[in-house]
C-alpha cells in the first residue's frame, strides 16, 4: 500500500518562502513519477510539478521559475521548493504519486497540506 504523507504547509507573506516535503512509504519514489499538485479554493486540481525516474522535471506555467521539485533518494522523499510566492500560490497542495505499470500502477494521493500567502 503506498502512502503518501505531506508536511510543509503553512502562512507566509507574498514574496516569502515555503517547502513541502512528501514522505513516500509503499513505493521507491525513484522508480516511479512523483508531482505535486494544488487545489485554489473554487478551482480544479492542477499540476505543479512532476519528476520522472530519470530525473527530468516539468512545472506548471504559473510556477516555472519560482518553484523547485526534487528528490532524495536516500529518504525517499519529495520537495517543493517554492520561492517568490504569490497570494495566487493560496491552494492546498497534494503530493501524487504515479506508479509505474511494471509496480502494479495506480495513482495515489496525500491528504494535502494548506499552503496560505497573504499580500
Known amino acids: 500500500q503506498v502512502q503518501l504523507v505531506e508536511s510543509g504547509g503553512g502562512l507566509v507573506q507574498a514574496g516569502g518562502s515555503l517547502r513541502l516535503s512528501c514522505e513516500v512509504s509503499?513505493?521507491?519514489?525513484?522508480?516511479?513519477?512523483m508531482g505535486w499538485y494544488r487545489q485554489p479554493p473554487g478551482k480544479e486540481r492542477e499540476l505543479v510539478a512532476r519528476?520522472?525516474?530519470?530525473?527530468?522535471?516539468n512545472y506548471g506555467d504559473s510556477v516555472r521559475d519560482r518553484f523547485t521539485i526534487s528528490r532524495d533518494n536516500a529518504k525517499n522523499t519529495v520537495s517543493l521548493q517554492m520561492d517568490s510566492l504569490k497570494p495566487e500560490d493560496t491552494a492546498v497542495y497534494y503530493c501524487?504519486?504515479?506508479?509505474?505499470?511494471?509496480?502494479?500502477?495506480?495513482?495515489?494521493w496525500g491528504q494535502g497540506t494548506q499552503v496560505t500567502v497573504s499580500s
Open positions: 509503499g513505493a521507491i519514489a525513484s522508480r516511479n513519477t
Open positions: 519528476i520522472f525516474r530519470n530525473g527530468t522535471t
Open positions: 501524487n504519486a504515479h506508479i509505474n505499470i511494471i509496480y502494479g500502477g495506480g495513482r495515489y
